[in-house]
């Protein structure tokens, strides 16, 4: 069983930055974030692969960085141009390479316009 720990989030004005920080007890295929805002379904945000292979959603590109560090089985998340609508719970996710899904605990990332 993989456990992610996050950390990061907060709460920040329009236009501020924010860093997220997700270590995950091994060296997972890939590793990633994913929000959901009350009343709404969880989404993708961003995901990088072991190969540095990275996936964006059009919402924060060109906004958010994805980075990760292999040797630390740790992922970053910078978050720039911070917006209300990114207002969500931010959640690490893992992936290894049979697809099984894990689960950080989710960290609150609040903009407040």
């Known amino acids: 069983q993989v456990q992610l720990v996050e950390s990061g989030g907060g709460l920040v004005q329009a236009g501020g930055s924010l860093r997220l920080s997700c270590v995950a007890s091994?060296?997972?295929?890939?590793m990633g974030w994913y929000r959901q805002a009350p009343g709404k379904q969880r989404e993708l945000v961003a995901t990088?692969?072991?190969?540095?292979?990275?996936n964006y959603a059009d919402s924060v590109k060109g906004r958010f960085t994805i980075s990760r560090d292999n040797g630390k089985n740790t992922a970053y998340l910078q978050m720039n141009s911070l917006k209300p609508e990114d207002t969500a719970v931010y959640y690490c996710n893992g992936r290894d390479t049979a697809l099984n899904n894990y689960w950080g605990q989710g960290t609150q990332v609040t903009v407040s316009s």
């Open positions: 990088i692969t072991r190969r540095g292979s990275i």
């Open positions: 091994e060296n997972i295929f890939s």
